[in-house]
């Protein structure tokens, strides 16, 4: 009885060595295999189709690096907390970061470093935008505060590239007299272009006479369609000090994840590569 059941056991076995032995050859035949010309970054090549065992040469992106310019923080409606902005800028008209890193460190008048704050965005070529954090718990307002900007990943453009037509239309701010909340800023986001946005963040950033943040917020818009107008409101449930005269805002759209525009406004080899 035991060795009936030894010699079926083996018998599975080696027919389970000829079928695995018999799939890999067939997958082996009529697999699609890897080429220098397949717009797909595979073998050991370097970037799509160049380097590695692929004759051609990888042409390298040399792009200026992102720059850091004012940053800041102002108190929000929370006691010992505070809303963070940093304003960071690309130099290049033709290269756009798919993504960055951005490290924020809040320290005292003697340095000592009272917390920190990290987070990754994106940025279109020779764009210059806000970097909003709200609600970061310090134990004191800092006396002095560092941004720095790591791995930006870059992507090269068409240069008959041009911005999503998006805008703001309708906008109104100023204090609430009825309701709850100190203050607010309302408006209508309207999307002239032909493509769809999957998340479109609005940033306002509300300023005094002399050009000082004295308040921020933002809010998000999810599946924004094409030729669609979306109402948005953002408002300050607690008083901030200063008074406004110069309200901003900013539209924030990842075209990186659009596939449509990306497609168009990106050059095929680096966006088949961003693709991957």
């Not at 279109?124 to 935008?129: E, V």
């Not at 999810?222 to 408002?235: A, G, I, L, P």
């Not at 075209?255 to 525009?261: A, E, V, Y």
Request: with cysteine; aromatic share 12%.
């Amino acid at each position: 009885m035991i060795e009936n059941i030894k010699k079926r056991a083996l018998i599975i076995f080696v027919y389970l060595l000829i079928f695995a032995f018999l799939g890999w050859g067939f997958y082996a035949i009529f697999r699609t295999k890897a080429t220098c010309f397949d717009s797909i970054k595979n073998q050991n090549e370097e970037d799509v189709d160049c380097g590695g065992v692929c004759f051609k040469k990888c042409q390298k992106i040399e792009a200026q690096e992102l720059s850091v310019g004012e940053v800041g923080v102002v108190d929000s409606s929370i006691v010992g907390q505070y809303d963070f902005f940093g304003i960071v800028s690309n130099p290049n008209s033709l290269y756009g970061s798919a993504s960055f890193d951005y490290q924020v460190k809040f320290s005292d008048e003697n340095g000592a470093v009272l917390g920190e704050k990290s987070g990754h965005s994106f940025i279109l070529p020779g764009d210059k935008k806000y970097i909003i954090e709200n609600n970061i718990t310090l134990p004191s307002a800092p006396a002095k505060i560092e941004m720095t900007i790591s791995n930006s990943r870059w992507v090269e453009f068409n240069e008959e590239y041009s911005k999503p037509e998006l805008k703001i239309i309708n906008k109104t701010y100023g204090p609430i007299t009825d309701g709850v909340g100190f203050y607010e800023a309302k408006g209508l986001l309207k999307n002239d272009s032909p493509y769809d946005f999957a998340t479109i963040k609005i940033g306002v950033i509300l300023k005094d006479g002399s050009g000082k943040v004295v308040a921020l917020n933002s809010t998000e818009m999810q599946t924004v369609r094409s030729n669609e107008v979306r109402d948005f409101r953002v408002f300050w449930p607690g008083r901030f000090a200063g008074e406004v005269t110069n309200p901003e805002t900013q539209i924030e759209v990842n075209i990186f994840d659009s596939d449509s525009f990306a497609k168009k406004n990106i050059k095929a080899q680096k966006f088949q590569n961003y693709s991957n």
